[in-house]
């Protein structure tokens, strides 16, 4: 694995992952992808900021992963103001550490005051599935963020659609990327929905290593390295251009 850690990447980045809707699969991302990209950069420069009160994020990785750093700071009414500014705090301070990636699991729920925090991100995660019930909260949040970027007239944060609890061989993306059309978001690479990711909380992390589930494996490796590329690599600066149309990018496989 060291071999693979030689690349030097630029600067640091923030990834918020976030939607309004719960049981979309934010926690799972965010586990998944900091697990991913521990393969591929050093781990203690992966910092996971667990902001849900039901510590999902913060649990799993203590046990699976311990060299990856987790906060937990959770963001409910009780904690919003403190805590918000501590994530804030966070994520600029690690603007100067170059290479660190930090994660950033958020709650379900709207808070302008989230939306503007998850608005200092680099990049937003928004997984969604292709259900209506799921498509039509995740276009709302959408234009939230939309608005919080013209609001400060930014081009940033670049927002990535990852579609979530895919059936198995669908590979047509076009009902999606038709309802996104209008919006200026990427679509990444999709997962699959898969038993193995859906009961991951209830057993021990132990079996879940051991468990023969390589499709798991292989989505989220997929979905690391599309990160690793487009986000750490910075290939979706050059996809984006704000005076331009929105280009989505159908899934990258
Ligand atoms: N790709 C997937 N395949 C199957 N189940 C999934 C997948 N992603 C998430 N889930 C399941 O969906 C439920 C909600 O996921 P979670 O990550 O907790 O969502 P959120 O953080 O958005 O509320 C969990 O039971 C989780 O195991
Ligand atoms: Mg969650």
Redesign the pocket.
């Known amino acids: 694995m060291a071999s693979n850690k030689t690349k030097s990447l630029t600067g640091a980045k923030s990834i918020f992952v976030a939607?309004v809707?719960?049981?979309?699969?934010?926690?799972?991302?965010s586990i998944m992808l900091a697990r991913s990209l521990a393969d591929r950069i050093p781990a203690q420069n992966i910092t996971v900021i667990d902001t849900?009160l039901q510590r999902?994020a913060t649990e799993f990785l203590s046990k699976s992963n311990p060299e990856i750093n987790v906060e937990f700071l959770p963001i409910t009414p009780a904690f919003e103001n403190t805590n918000i500014s501590l994530v804030q705090q966070f994520i600029k301070q690690n603007e100067f550490r170059p290479g660190h990636v930090a994660i950033v699991?958020t709650p379900?729920g709207s808070s302008q005051r989230l939306w503007n925090l998850v608005g200092e991100g680099y990049c937003v995660l928004i997984?969604t599935t292709l259900s209506n019930a799921d498509l039509y909260p995740t276009e709302n949040f959408i234009r939230s963020m939309d608005k919080v970027k013209a609001r400060y007239g930014k081009s940033y944060p670049h927002l990535i659609v990852c579609p979530?609890?895919i059936p198995f061989g669908q590979k047509d993306f076009s009902i999606m990327a038709e309802r996104l059309r209008n919006h200026d978001v990427v679509i990444g690479p999709p997962?699959?929905?898969?038993?193995s990711?859906?009961?991951?909380?209830n057993g021990k992390v132990e079996n879940w290593e051991n468990k023969t589930n390589t499709n798991?494996q292989s989505?989220f490796k997929h979905f690391g390295s599309f990160i690793e590329k487009f986000v750490l690599g910075e290939q979706l600066d050059k996809i984006y251009s704000k005076d331009d149309k929105p280009k989505n990018v159908i899934p990258i496989r």
């Open positions: 939607n809707k719960g049981g979309v699969g934010k926690s799972t991302l849900d999902t699991d379900a997984p979530n609890k997962l699959r929905d898969l038993a990711v859906r009961h991951f909380y798991a989505d």
